[in-house]
């Protein structure tokens, strides 16, 4: 949700997707959303992706976005997480852990497949398209997390997951990211509560239930989850940026694309490309 590029600019318009935020526009690699003033997890979630990448325009920047493991062998993430002009995945992805370094299965990248529509914001506006599938070398045994069938309404309760810079400040030297995987409780905001032109039924406009708190640089592409009727965390939001334009990420909100507005275009081309 956080762009390299953009956060050097704008300090990350604040891209991370939050987990894709405020200074959001950094493009999540070790800039992507991470979770400012979450909370460690509080329980394992299988389908959680941690991505490491390098700065394409500072190589000695290493950092992560986050993303979704949705079928065995797919992971779906922020298109701006695999932008060649902004950061370079390192080539692997660890599923199902808690932790950034450790545990979980850890399998190669063999392709990855960008939203033909997608457009970075790059600090000016919303990214666009957001959106990008990571094919896996091979299959993984982590159950895959359900795209839910629509968000729910504004209001609903929802939840962040991520691994992004827990320290909120637009100097990039002084990002921290956690080993642990943080977790934030949110809601569903309405249009009106992110900046005009920034949220509509393509891209999700994310409040912080909890005070100075979002997803910031280092959680781009990583979940935005809802519990469906029987009590379960479907996915509704990948992690793109700010809301609006400007803020640090604890200033909120959030801006996620959504996962079931896109969902005929994530399962056409995972059928497509094996």
Known sequence: ????????????????????????????????????????????????????????????????????LIGSKWVLTAAHCVDPALVTPDGTVRIGSEWKNSGGTVRSIAKTVTHPGYKNGDGTGPNRDDLALIRLDRPVSEKPIRIA?????????????????????????????????????????AVSECAPGYANSDRLCTVSRVPKAMACN???????????????????????????????CSEGPGLYTSAPAYAGWIHKTMSRNG
């Open 1 to 68: 949700m956080f762009s390299l590029k953009s956060s050097r600019r704008t300090v990350a318009r604040t891209a991370a997707v939050a987990l894709a935020g405020a200074a959001c526009a950094a493009m999540m690699s070790g800039s992507a959303e991470a979770i400012v003033n979450g909370k460690d997890s509080t329980q394992r979630y299988p389908s959680m992706v941690s991505i490491p990448v390098t700065g394409v325009d500072d190589p000695a920047f290493k950092g992560f976005c986050g993303g979704s």
């Open 149 to 189: 069938d629509k968000p729910g309404r504004p209001g609903t309760p929802t939840r962040l997951l991520g691994f992004g810079t827990v320290v909120d400040t637009p100097d990039r030297g002084k990002w921290t990211f956690p080993d642990r995987l943080q977790q934030l409780d949110t809601r569903r905001g």
């Open 218 to 248: 280092g959680d781009s592409g990583g979940p935005q989850l809802q519990r469906d009727r029987r009590g379960r965390w479907e996915l509704i939001g990948v992690t793109s940026g700010p809301g609006a334009p400007g803020k640090l």
